[in-house]
């Protein structure tokens, strides 16, 4: 098994007629993805080698029954077409969008939240594989294979050097997933991670964060006592000069948390193996599941 | 992107906040013979750093005389390392009383945060950990309204003169709908006062989400106004996101995490990062040669690293864009160069069939942080 997307899973690509919509999509379904459709409002009808296209998500989910939406859309639109997709019956949301205001991420959370049962990832995330099942995004599938590991990571890079970190071991992966390190991600670290010990293939977890916002301290909270399954985790920004802050309401809202330090201390005390470079990923892993 | 006060104020203006009458003050000579506001006037340097009234960067002119004398004071000073090029002058209020009220995102809870306080005028912060009960948190959800009900509720509970209670509401709801409609990362306003003139935001601290610079021609107007470290000028002109750090490793790496992560790995192995250059994702050839000139100008730097782990970014554009930044070059210092994930063999070729005795290719980060450390040392 794996988490969230697998070979059943049906994809419906908004933005499939842009240049990267178009690259990944294409990328995904050579990969062996479900990709069964794209919507671009006024190019109903028409395809991308093969794919067909749809004015809507509903018309689209309608004639093909998709579930999972991968979302390209520029900034402008993000909002919109994430509820479109909600509210037309995808399940799951994919949003690879940069730069989206944070004010409409804000909103987009909470009108998915009080208004439909659909899950979103990102946005700005690189989205999410399954090895071998489905690629949903932009990962490079290349480093990847299958296995009992889940991976969840704040940063796309880190994402790519701690799965590859687990490949060069032969250590696959069940599910990789990238949340995105935007102000209002749609899945936490807690969501993902509560589904890897639901899950009967996953056999461990890797968890990347780095500094600021306080997901990895919530994190640690839930792993101490809800995580039965080893977790190998690795934070960014030990060094990093400290960040800018929201003002005295930003300073009293993080209060003494979000540095590498506090999110190391209290992952370590959440039982975690946290280790000092992303190389040593792969060895921790392999050390946490022999044992 | 953090406001200059005069700047926040400007958007007090357009979403009709009342605040002081003022008049904005770049060169002296627009004040020798008068001024059209009334005394006292409040002189304050406009800087981006905390602290300036301790400085002395604010002062209470009573005549046109104590104004010329305090302007000239304060302009051109340095506080904290930042000098003094605009002052915003302001008609003095009586005040009656302060509060302190502010706008954020809460990231945890994933919805707005307003924070009030009858306890104005003074270090919030140490009003927040002394006294909790007296900063009235509310989180609303971003969906739904600020109803006056919510408002009646919070400036119950915070304690304020309920005399006021609504001229108070007023200036929350246009200050929320500054907060969101503005696109504003932080609105934090202390003193909220009340004086003899009414309600007014005597100050503003304001941070606005750049991600929303499409939606408002005025954010870039702002922009064009602060100045950017010398130091960074030339990254930002180049498009690139480039920090600068006190050490002499030069960093360059695709993706903030795994430059982050970067800079912690060459402080394992001793050595310390001249900077942070992330190059972003699906990086061309341009920008690796334009990262490369950018590290050319600090003269601290004694080695470079460059670590890039391809995922949309391809290592065979990369590895051109360095060919083609230091080919025929006497390199004035030794390039540790480590690539991996999309393109990487071809990326490594490249590296092989043009060598430069200065440019070294390790496999793995560790290694090449170490090797970067040793080199520069």
Redesign the interface.
Known sequence: MSILIDENSRVVVQGLTGREGQFHALRNKAYGTNVVAGTRPGKGGENVEGIPIFDTIKDAVSETNADVALTFVPPSFAKEAVLEAAFGGCKLIVCITEGIPAKDEAEMYDILKKETDSLLLGPNCPGLISPGKANVGIMPHEITLPGNIGVVSRSGTLTYQAVHELTKLNIGQSTCIGIGGDPVPGMSFIDVIEKFEKDDDTNGIVMIGEIGGTAEEEAAEYIKKNISKPVVSYIAGVTAPPGKKMGHAGAIVSGNKGTAKVKIQELTSAGATVVKTPTEIGEAMKEAISG | M?LFEYQGKLLYKEFDIKHPNSKLLKNLIEIQESVELSYPIVVKAQVQVGGRGKAGGIKIANNHEELIKYSDEIMGMDIKGHIVEILLLEEASKILEEYYI???????E????I?LSSKGGM???KV?EDNPDD?IKHHI????ELTEDIIHEIIGKAKLNQEYTKSITDIIQNLFLMF?KG?C??V?V?PLAITDAGVMALDS?V?L?M??K??HSYFEDFEKEIPIPESEKNAKEKGLNF?K?DGSVGII??????V??T??????NGGN?AN?LDIG?GAKAETVSAALEVLEADKNVKSVLINI????TRCDLVAEGIVEATKGKDLVWPIVIRL???NSSEGLEILKNNPNEKIFIEE???SAARLAVERGA
Do not use: C, H, P, Q
């Open positions: 953090d502010s706008f954020t995102l809460d990231r945890s994933k919805k707005y945060l924070m270090d919030i912060e927040a900063l959800g971003a969906s739904e969101v696109d990362d932080l934090e202390n601290k941070a989400d991600n929303a499409y939606k920090i750090l790496g695709n993706g903030a995490g795994l982050m992560s800079l912690d790995v060459v402080a394992e990062a942070f994702g782990f391809g995922g949309i991996d994930g999309t793995s980060m560790d």
